[in-house]
T-cell receptor, first 113, second 114 residues
Framework: GQQLNQSPQSMFIQEGEDVSMNCTSSSIFNTWLWYKQDPGEGPVLLIALYKAGELTSNGRLTAQFGITRKDSFLNISASIPSDVGIYFCAGVNSGGSNYKLTFGKGTLLTVNP | ETGVTQSPTHLIKTRGQQVTLRCSSQSGHNTVSWYQQALGQGPQFIFQYYREEENGRGNFPPRFSGLQFPNYSSELNVNALELDDSALYLC?????????????FGPGTRLLVL
């Protein structure tokens, strides 16, 4: 089945530093999504990418959809303590009655004030 | 707050039992997806329901089944529970919008199978 390889597994950074994480896959996806999950809560969508090569920003977050549709990265600039959490990439394939969303294993981000 | 609610919040069952989990979608959303999240892992897609019909399924056995009701709320049923079914079960509601859709997740139901 489809798998997403997300790296790094965890990161420990100082407040104010920039962060970069990425996902790769052996399969092509129609859409790439980046989510953040806080303890005890469901994932919250940060950025959605729909076109190959697309670069999208949401405040301090920037994400890009790879040209081959098999990879994506997420950058967080000037990290703050509330950025702490688990970040997941997810790839979507959909067509007719065949929707499928695949999550990566997550990147645990810790920000030291 | 996403407007997606799930019940119960926690549940303990024994192996072989059956369980039903419930999800109320955000107002105006006609699509509900269910996910299983084991400890330390990303959510695994179970299936999606769109207008009361299954619209896609992940790699889960038939003992995982679902329903969507006319008000778009949904149930996840798991029969013959196994120890490995212990996980956080998440539902997400959305409204298909052409190129993509934003899924809004509920807080989840934590299931423990003993």
């Amino acid at each position: 089945g489809q798998q997403l390889n997300q790296s790094p597994q965890s990161m420990f950074i100082q407040e104010g530093e920039d962060v970069s994480m990425n996902c790769t896959s052996s399969s092509i996806f129609n859409t790439w999504l980046w989510y953040k999950q806080d303890p005890g809560e469901g994932p919250v969508l940060l950025i959605a990418l729909y076109k190959a090569g697309e670069l999208t920003s949401n405040g301090r977050l920037t994400a890009q959809f790879g040209i081959t549709r098999k990879d994506s990265f997420l950058n967080i600039s000037a990290s703050i303590p509330s950025d702490v959490g688990i970040y997941f990439c997810a790839g979507v394939n959909s067509g007719g009655s065949n929707y499928k969303l695949t999550f990566g294993k997550g990147t645990l981000l810790t920000v030291n004030p | 707050e996403t407007g997606v609610t799930q019940s119960p919040t926690h549940l303990i069952k024994t192996r072989g039992q059956q369980v039903t989990l419930r999800c109320s979608s955000q107002s105006g959303h006609n699509t509900v997806s269910w996910y299983q999240q084991a400890l330390g892992q990303g959510p695994q897609f179970i299936f999606q329901y769109y207008r009361e019909e299954e619209n896609g399924r992940g790699n889960f056995p038939p003992r995982f089944s679902g329903l969507q009701f006319p008000n778009y709320s949904s149930e996840l049923n798991v029969n013959a529970l196994e120890l490995d079914d212990s996980a956080l079960y998440l539902c997400a509601s959305s409204r298909p919008s052409g190129a993509g859709e934003t899924q809004y997740f509920g807080p989840g139901t934590r299931l423990l199978v003993l």
